[in-house]
């Protein structure tokens, strides 16, 4: 009867550390043996010649690609692949000099080490894989990490660069100019709000509150007027980008046409206009059916503007408490004292 004995991790990794000295004197002893230093030449000739056709290809993109992301992302192919061919390379020339079953207990143990001390690093790879595989952040994208606000314009093996938008430094959803890095561990660990760079449109809302007194019908037509033409500039692309969203994700499109909801507030009756607008055009977007409302509504006479008001009667001048319906003041008896 056979009997199979069972390791644990910690007794598989006290064997392999105790290989580990033999390992290196074998490791050192091919390194240093005759030959490598033609070996060695190849290699750095290898990587000269690498480099220089990585600058070629990069100057090649800068003239040639006008679209900024696009050539934002060749330009990280190429420093990619530059240093995987290198690593093929050395593994290429050096192999044959290794034993192989030594560097693998010199890489485990060495990963072991590294996975334990640096996981950050290695959530942030993590994170970088995600997010290269996950089709809503890319280049271009406006997203909200941890409460940072920004447009995605680089995407690297650690971490996320953004173009900050937004408060602490403007109130509108407008560019800070300020550059923030966000680990890429965040985007597996944290809450992540973002537009897709493929159909980059939110929803947006204008409110506008009106008399009572007013023609607030009227007012709701000029509004919805307003909107429906602001509207169809952006229906071909609105179309084009709802479309996509819906080969990507499980989403459907519902109604996309600017639409007026009518409320009655305490100080007249408030009008909200509810429209899609592209994220970055969020604020441009209000000044400019604001402006254009402003300007309808002065050529409305029947239309105006309401906004919080106090009425106070004093009731010598304008006529006793009966007249103005209100309660007659509590008599007292003479030399009593009124009520505390």
């Known amino acids: 009867m056979s009997v199979f004995a069972i390791q644990t991790p910690i007794q598989r990794a006290q064997e392999q550390a105790s290989r580990l000295p033999q390992a290196l004197e074998r490791v050192w002893s091919a390194l240093t043996s005759g030959g490598i230093l033609e070996q ?3 290699l750095l000739l290898i990587s000269v010649a690498l ?22 992302q060749l330009r990280k192919i190429v420093t ?3 240093w995987t061919a290198l690593v093929i390379a050395a593994v290429t020339l050096f192999a044959e000099r290794l034993a192989l079953a030594d560097i693998g207990t010199v890489l485990g143990l060495i990963a072991a080490a590294v996975t334990i001390a640096l996981a950050d690093v290695v959530r942030s790879l993590a994170g970088w894989i995600y997010i290269s595989s996950r089709r809503g952040v890319e280049i271009g994208s406006r997203v909200e990490v941890e409460g940072v606000k920004g447009d995605v314009i680089d995407i690297g093996l ?3 660069t953004l173009l900050e938008v937004g408060e602490p430094l403007v109130h509108g959803l407008q560019s800070t100019g300020r550059i923030v890095t966000v680990p890429n561990s965040l985007f597996l660990m944290g809450k992540v709000l973002a537009s897709a760079s493929v159909n980059p ?3 947006q809302e204008v409110q506008v509150l009106v008399t009572f007194e007013s023609d607030w019908k009227r007012a709701r037509e000029i509004i919805q007027a307003i909107a429906d033409e602001d509207y169809q500039k952006i229906v071909p692309d609105l179309k084009a980008g709802f479309e996509k969203l819906e080969r990507r994700f499980a989403f459907r499109l519902g109604s996309t046409a600017p639409i007026v909801y009518t409320e009655i507030a305490d100080s007249g009756v408030l009008l909200t206009l509810r429209y899609l607008t592209p994220v970055r055009r969020r604020r441009s977007s209000v000044d400019q059916i604001s402006r254009q409302i402003l300007d309808s509504f002065a050529a409305e006479p029947k239309v105006e503007f309401a906004y919080p008001t106090y009425r106070v009667y004093r009731l010598r001048e304008e006529g006793s408490a009966a007249e103005l319906g209100l309660p007659a003041p509590a008599e007292h008896p003479r030399g009593g004292a009124g009520p505390k």
């Open 51 to 72: 480099y220089a056709l990585s600058r070629l290809l990069r100057r090649g993109i800068d003239k040639h690609i006008e679209d900024v992301n696009r050539r934002h």
């Open 80 to 82: 990619y692949g530059f």
């Open 201 to 203: 449109l939110v929803w």
């Open 158 to 160: 650690l971490k996320t």
């Open 40 to 42: 060695t030449l190849i």
